[in-house]
């Protein structure tokens, strides 16, 4: 798990026609994760509890965070770099005003072919889903964690409602934006007896539903092994209900397992990051809304672009720097959960967005 406190003027000059760096396991760069805001309108118990990010909580400030201008420019240099993927998180993303003309901007970056978004739904409507597919947005995931209001309430910890954010799946689906994906968080003696119910609604609805495993991202959410209620049980539940099959993954470094009814209702997904770590081949790299790099979901720390963004004209040292940072990346946290790095102090989700 890299810190990134890195000396970069004492690393080798990287050669004019080395544009695409690997890291120090072969791993190339591919996928950025860009977090717009680190403000959202959830309080979830596993991402941002209210007791830790109540009403004095101190989010950053507006000159604190990243311009789109600026994020326009660092998506430029990580497509120089190899980055083809670019995802937009939070926070909430939705929250940070006018995002279609950043959708716009990084859609018209040479070399990046596909842009989605990560949302809870809250504030998608017809209308914004429209503009940010105009704009140039390719997918998008809503987050849905129980589809018992009671249950998904105790969650978000705002009473929100399900039903909101089922209708932002089908605003989503109308739109164009197909198959839309939901991410299910599961936590063991929390929603575990959501898995059911989840999969019997999105069956047949060209969703596809992915069950995450719960994490030990960043340090307040209160993460115990015993709260994990892992792929293999996830699977074995659905089984006992549906016949499911393994299916290929579309692409080498997919995170997700993939899995399809047998009778032709759609797939599912499992991200097992705790029991079937996927480090080896992980090529994403995150970027905070206030312009750190983070080289892992579990990083303690990050390299500050933002002020080489603005201090620095020159895109080729800002290049530079970069490919330099992602050579000497060797995190693969999740491979090494429970050694003594596992209880350092980690960045929260909501800051870099999962």
Known sequence: MS??????????????SVNKPTDRLNRPLRDLRISVTDRCNFRCIYCMPKSLFGPDHAFLERAQILSFEEIERAVNVFAQLGVTKIRITGGEPLIRKDLRILIEKIHSVKGIDDISLTTNGALLNEKKAKSLIDAGLNRITLSLDALEDECFKKINDVQFSVAKVLEAVEIAKQAGLSPVKVNMVVI?????????????????????LRFIEFMDVGTTNKWQYEKVFDARSIIGLIQKHYAIEPVDANYKGEVAKRWRYKDGAGEIGIIASVTQPFCTSCHRARLSA?????????????YNL????????????????????WQQRDDRYSQLRGESQSSQQKVEMSYIGG
Not at 3 to 14: E, F, G, H, R
Request: glycine fraction near 4%; charge should be positive.
């Open 188 to 208: 063991n003696h929390v929603n575990v007896n959501q898995i059911l119910p989840m999969v019997e609604y999105f069956r047949n609805r060209n969703v596809i």
């Open 3 to 16: 810190k990134l406190q890195v000396q970069v003027s004492k690393q080798p000059k990287m050669h004019s």
């Open 306 to 325: 933002r002020d080489l963004l603005r201090k620095e004209n020159n895109n080729r040292q800002v290049l530079e720097i970069i490919s330099r940072l």
């Open 290 to 302: 206030e312009g750190k790099l983070y080289t892992c979901l579990f990083a303690s720390g990050g």
